[in-house]
């Protein structure tokens, strides 16, 4: 394979013909995930070395300054003049890698890219000012993102091409969902009306990301984006849509099914029913009703029917709603609960009991008990699932007049024409679903309730703050603050609690607040936090 092109730093006494090398420095990169990067950019057709030499132009490293960096070269290539070998070169942080593997080649550096002498780089590049509200912080949990952006066009088109990334599946396709997710976020963020290429240009998470200004620069030129159109009229990606859509099902089952030949759900009912696990039964079972997006009203009575219960169990317990409800959502693709007691310890037998009491609604339940004791907070870094006790678990709701008008959920809507086209739903309309099925098709228009998703999360009184901040979300603002708390303040964040690596304890917190003050940021509301 040819080696993937790029400029030359301009510094240095290279010749403009050498090729373009790469070196990765290990410090902080975890074993396999440095494998994996080199073997990525050897795929790509990048140069990449092994040993520190003259030929490199371009070191690569997650530590924070060039200082740390000359550093912790010196101790793994001591007989190398690391000094002139780092003056001669670019050295850059992992965001600039992630640049290079998108594009396929050695991307232009742009200022941000590179790793300061010194120390750390401040993370507020430009403060708001009265003319100007936003904050270009170099993290979204340092912004304000609301739920309602002036800016949507933009944020949809990026995210589609999230999810289309998020489809192909494998470490470089999911760092490019990534990127577009981080680049959809900081347009969420921009306050006014993005109208030129020039008000994107140094905002941060889309300096470096030039396919992200190409989708931009399209919808601001044309009104739409070839690519973004054509992955909406592509099968695959409509398919994809479709399985990922049936509860229990993730992107690489998908994707087995469809290289499989199966295009419909009926395929997946008559050709892979016996190797379904019982959720993806239950999920094809009552897939109408659980794409069909739960309301809030909807998701308060179920709150209000789990409060009831709970309560007449455990007195003085707390039920929380979060997930995007909490942040201001209108609907949402299921409802979260967050359940606590202020005296310690005193959850630890209402979730068995409360499942019990509420059996008469419960279609399916799948419990989980915490893990939570088995590992020290500092072990469990960034993992994304939690250590909670849990039930994920599929919710009868009663259906009432107004219910199922706000809801929309008959038979006949998924063969409307005003379906959404991004509807997974949308494929039932070519697929002839159900009729003839032998298999879990038990949905039918005369039913007098509705299946729900639900999750029941308990959290002992210590870790709660930190499991709402986690269970609030978005996702995307989670994985930020966390981010933010490692990079900046070297310390790991999850949904258990605090700690702080530099004077190697944990951090109490009681509130989300408390958190924010630990981690020196300034509070935001949970419908604040819709990155
Ligand atoms: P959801 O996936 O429910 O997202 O997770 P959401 O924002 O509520 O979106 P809709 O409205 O349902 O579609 C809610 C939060 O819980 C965290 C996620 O990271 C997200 O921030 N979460 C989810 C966990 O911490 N652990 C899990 O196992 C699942
Ligand atoms: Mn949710």
Redesign the pocket.
Known sequence: MAAAGGKLPSSGSRSSKDPAVMFIVGSKIQKVRLIHMKKSANKKGFLVDETLSEKVTHIISELETQDQVVKSLKKSHPSSDVEKICGQCHVVTLEYFTSCMEEGIFVEVCDHHRLKTGKRVAPIMQSKTEENPYENAKYCCQRITPLHSVNKKFSDALELLEKHADFLGGDNNLGRALAFRKASAALRAYPKQIKSMGDVEDLYDLKGGKHCKRIIQELLEDGFSTEVENIQGDEWFEVMQAFTGIFGCGPATARKWYDLGHRTLDDIRRSEYSNLSIEQRKGLEHFTDLNTP?TRREAEKIHSIVKTEAERILPGVTVIM????I?G?D??????FLISHPEEGREEELLAQLLQNLRAHLIYTDVQRNTYGEAPISVKRQS???HFE?CFSIFKLPKDEDVVTTSGIDEERIHADEEEPSSPCKKLKTSGRSSGSTHGTSENESKSWIARRV?F?MTPASQHAFALM??????M??RSIRDYANKEMNMILT?HGLFDKVNNCSLEAKTEREIFQHLNLTYREPHERNC
């Open positions: 739960v979060t997930g995007g409800f942040r959502k609907s949402g693709h299921d409802v979260d994304v699932m939690d849990r999750d999360v986690g269970w609030t979300g978005s996702r603002f989670c949904s």
